[in-house]
C-alpha cells in the first residue's frame, strides 16, 4: 500500500498521518517530544531524529507534506522551524512538502480547525490511539490535501 503523510507539529509533539494513496483511510501516529518534562524546546529539538519512526516506516510513502508554522509571536515560529528543519533532515522521502495552513484549508474548503464532521465529509478515517485529537485531523487534512494536489498535478 503506497501512501502519503501529513505532518502537524508543535514544539511537543509531531503527528503524522499516513493516507492511503487508493482509499480515505489513515493511520495515525504521534511523536511526544516530551519525554523528559524538564526538557527546553531545544533539547526536545534536539530529541527528535531518535524519536522518530524506523526508516521502514517511509518504505511505501511516495510524499510528504508538512505544515509551515505560522503564528503571532516570532519566538514561537522560531522554535517551530526548528523542529521543521529536524523534521525535514530526518524524513527520508522526497518529495517533502512544506505547505501553508491556509493553502490547504482553502483547497480542501475548511474554515478554522478541521472537526470530525468535516474529516467524514471529506470521506476520510483515522486510527490510531490519538486519532480523535485535533493534530491528528490537521495532519490527516495535509496528507489529503498533498494526495489530491499531487494526483491534479499528475493528470494535467
Not at 502537524?8 to 517530544?33: C, F, K, M, N, Y
Not at 509551515?68 to 528543519?85: C, E, K, M, Q, S
Amino acid at each position: 500500500m503506497t501512501s502519503v503523510v501529513g505532518i502537524d507539529l508543535s514544539s511537543r509533539a509531531v503527528d503524522l498521518a499516513a493516507l492511503d494513496e487508493t482509499t480515505g483511510h489513515a493511520t495515525h501516529t504521534r511523536i511526544s517530544l516530551e519525554r523528559d518534562k524538564r526538557a527546553t524546546a531545544w533539547e526536545r529539538t534536539l530529541a527528535l531524529p531518535e524519536l522518530m519512526p524506523p526508516t521502514s516506516f517511509w518504505d511505501d510513502v511516495y510524499l510528504a507534506a508538512i505544515e509551515a508554522p505560522y503564528g503571532a509571536g516570532h519566538g514561537t515560529v522560531a522554535v517551530l522551524n526548528r523542529i521543521v528543519g529536524a523534521l525535514a533532515a530526518t524524513i527520508p522521502v522526497r518529495p517533502l512538502w512544506v505547505v501553508r495552513p491556509d493553502e490547504w484549508k482553502r483547497s480542501l474548503g475548511v474554515r478554522g480547525k478541521p472537526d470530525a464532521e468535516t474529516v467524514e465529509q471529506l470521506g476520510l478515517t483515522l486510527e490510531g490511539p490519538y486519532a480523535a485529537s485535533q493534530d491528528a485531523r490537521d495532519a490527516l487534512c495535509i496528507a489529503y490535501y498533498a494526495r489530491e494536489t499531487n494526483a491534479r498535478a499528475l493528470a494535467s
